[in-house]
């Protein structure tokens, strides 16, 4: 029997949640929200008779409970004449609310409907609305085994496939068998097939992956598939900055979420490049103490993740500096930081034209008021997102679309408010030190010199978690890297790549 009751709402125990709600939209009077359904039909839970009622909001109710179908409702199941809904709900108390930094875990919701055609009405109903969502329907999903804890198979059969089936959502496994494997599949991929590519691991693999698009001839149109990270790596820096940007912790089960509701966001994409040899940078690039500890902390890998701190620690007492030079062009407002800097546009190296895909961002450099700042430097860092790692706000104003890379640069530093400096990267208060330059780049020139201790000693330069460059007398300066320890260049195009997000 299908009735038009109005829903079973009890305004007072979800006053939280409707408050959310207004938050997040116009508001209209609660008795306006709460005739206007798109199904309302009378369900028995538990052998107890209640309205489901599924509104023009999106809001589901039954007896005193709701939940909003855009945020938690995975998917619907109909057997005989029950019908299942499964949601994903945040954890502690009755997992009803929309709002707090909570876990989430699945549940499901079952009703025993009246008749069949009650029953396939309301299936009919709800699922149309979860269809008008416009999620994606089919992914393809890399693993990456080797990345982080080595747990990204396990994190991906017990916490991701399962959300994907509830929601269902088709997906295909690729997992990585060697570097660079995720770069080559996504060069070849059959796009048309798929409504996202998912990483599950670091920021490693979708670097690999936005690289192997970028060859694509169909670069532009591959640019626009979403791509989405599930938190299995040891940085985890992208998918930090998306949701942290949302409010919501860095959990697998809210990254999954993030990427079946199918909200979208462009990325800005760094070109780095030298002579002939390019790569295409989504996070960072890091030169310098950061750099340092980064690479060279792997030695101490069998500390766990106290080889970070202890690594630092070692590095602020033993503190380099590195000779050089950075040239930028700055944001507006920032036009006054350094000193003119009008030779070094002619240093600028042209981007070789290459075979495949994106030929790197048309601009034209002679038009550009360039600047520069002279070392020694202790440490300089690039960053097109907020966070670097999961505990480290590298640049708390960086955004993902504006066009440009916030520029972090450390000069002088007495070690004291160096190490107070460094304990301050977790909330990003950093940037806010005498001791740091901090300002917004549209290109830079990087030109790399020796440590200023007299040795020939040079540095390593880091992008994305990989290394660039390993200059003379660095950690395993005899393993190949894709760049020598030289001038380089980057240059950010705005919002050349597309990103799964949660809000
Ligand atoms: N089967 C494999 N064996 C060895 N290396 C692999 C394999 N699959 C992928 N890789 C490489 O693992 C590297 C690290 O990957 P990933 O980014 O997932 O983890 P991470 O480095 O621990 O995390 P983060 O980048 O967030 O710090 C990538 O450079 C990738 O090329």
New binding site residues.
């Given amino acids: 029997m299908l009735t038009v009751d109005p829903p079973a709402i009890n305004p007072t125990s979800h006053a939280t949640f409707f408050s959310s709600q207004s938050r997040n939209r116009k508001s209209k009077p609660m008795d306006q929200q709460q005739h206007q359904h798109i199904v309302s039909d009378e369900v028995s839970v538990n052998g107890v008779k209640t309205s489901l009622t599924l509104s023009t909001d999106g809001i589901l109710c039954w007896f005193d409970r709701c939940l909003f179908v855009e945020k938690q409702v995975l998917g619907l199941l109909i057997s005989g004449r029950l019908i299942t809904i499964k949601a994903l709900v945040k954890t502690g108390g009755d997992g009803f609310g929309c709002s707090g930094r909570r876990n989430l875990v699945r549940k499901s919701f079952v009703f025993e409907s009246v008749s069949d055609d009650s029953l396939r009405n309301l299936y009919e109903k709800i699922q149309g609305y979860i269809d008008s969502l416009g999620r994606p329907k089919k992914l393809f999903i890399f693993v990456?085994?080797?990345?982080?804890k080595r747990s990204a198979s396990k994190l991906f059969m017990n916490e991701v496939k399962p959300i994907l089936e509830d929601a269902n959502v088709e997906f295909t496994i690729q997992e990585?068998?060697?570097?660079?494997?995720?770069k080559e599949v996504s060069r070849s991929l059959d796009l048309t097939k798929y409504d996202g590519i998912i990483c599950v691991?670091?920021?490693?693999?979708l670097v690999?992956v936005v690289n192997g698009l970028l060859e694509r001839e169909d670069w532009a149109t591959a640019l626009k598939m979403p791509l989405g990270v599930i938190p299995a790596?040891?940085?985890?820096?992208m998918i930090k900055s998306l949701l942290d940007s949302a409010g919501e912790p860095c959990t697998p089960a809210h990254a999954v979420l993030a990427a079946i509701r199918g909200h979208k966001r462009s990325l800005d994409v760094a070109t780095i490049w030298q002579g002939e040899t390019i790569f295409f940078s989504v996070l960072m690039l890091a030169w310098g103490l950061i750099s340092d500890i980064d690479i060279e902390s792997e030695k101490y890998r069998w500390m766990g993740s106290a080889r970070i701190d202890f690594y630092a620690l070692k590095r602020i007492l033993r503190l380099r500096k590195y000779n050089g030079c950075i040239h930028f062009v700055p944001a507006p407002g920032f036009e006054d930081v350094g000193e003119e800097s009008s030779s070094c546009v002619d240093s600028m190296e042209p981007l070789k034209p290459r075979l495949h895909g994106y030929q790197g961002p048309m601009v034209d450099f002679q038009s550009f008021n360039w600047r520069k700042l002279n070392g020694p430097f202790v440490s300089v860092w690039l960053h097109n997102v907020p966070w670097g790692?999961e505990n480290t706000m590298a640049a708390p104003d960086a955004k993902f679309e504006d066009g440009y890379l916030d520029l972090i640069v450390m000069r002088q530093c007495p070690k004291l408010a160096l190490i107070s400096l460094m304990s301050e990267l977790d909330n990003g208060g950093h940037v806010k030190s005498p001791y740091v330059v901090y300002i917004k780049v549209k290109a830079v020139i990087l030109e790399p010199g020796t440590r200023t201790d007299g040795s020939t000693k040079e540095g390593i330069i880091d992008s994305d978690?990989?290394v660039l460059a390993r200059g003379k007398g660095t950690y395993k300066s005899d393993l190949k890297s894709l760049m020598v320890y030289d001038k380089l260049q980057v240059v950010v195009d705005q919002g050349l790549a597309t990103l799964f997000t949660p809000a």
Wanted: charged content about 15%; hydrophobic content about 15%; overall charge negative.
């Fill in positions: 990456n085994p080797y990345g982080g990585t068998k060697y570097q660079l494997h995720a691991s670091g920021d490693g693999i690999e790596g040891t940085g985890n820096g790692a978690g990989e």
